[in-house]
Nanobody, 125 residues
């Protein structure tokens, strides 16, 4: 069974950068579609980015396009989310999720089978 652990969150000023990591264990993460979601207090969970298992095709929410980059290092069994030009509205708990049975990146959290606990990102001056 796949386990996911996020890290890399923290407090950053607007315009700053963070790199989040989603480390997988128990199985090779390259077999899975990995998605990043975020949830702010009082708001619904929203899809941020996703990377497919084969070929590494990526998707991004319109709100983060051009600022966030998702990548994967299969040797380290880790997926990264590089976040640049951060804005206060990027604040939230960032979670990574995985699914193997799909062939497309899904924006729906219910379609993912495995979840990490999340890492908090706070963008504030």
């Amino acid at each position: 069974q796949l386990q996911l652990v996020e890290s890399g969150g923290g407090l950053v000023q607007p315009g700053g950068s963070l790199r989040l990591s989603c480390a997988a264990s128990g199985e090779a993460s390259e077999l899975y579609i990995i998605g990043w979601f975020r949830q702010a207090p009082g708001k619904e969970r929203e899809a941020v980015s996703c990377i497919r298992a084969s070929g590494g095709a990526t998707n991004y929410a319109d709100s983060v396009k051009g600022r966030f980059t998702i990548s994967r290092d299969n040797n380290k069994n880790t997926v990264y989310l590089q976040m640049n030009s951060l804005k206060p509205e990027d604040t939230g708990n960032y979670l990574c999720a995985a699914v193997k049975r799909l062939y497309y990146c899904s924006n729906y959290s219910y379609e993912y089978d495995y979840w990490g606990q999340g890492t908090q990102v706070t963008v504030s001056s």
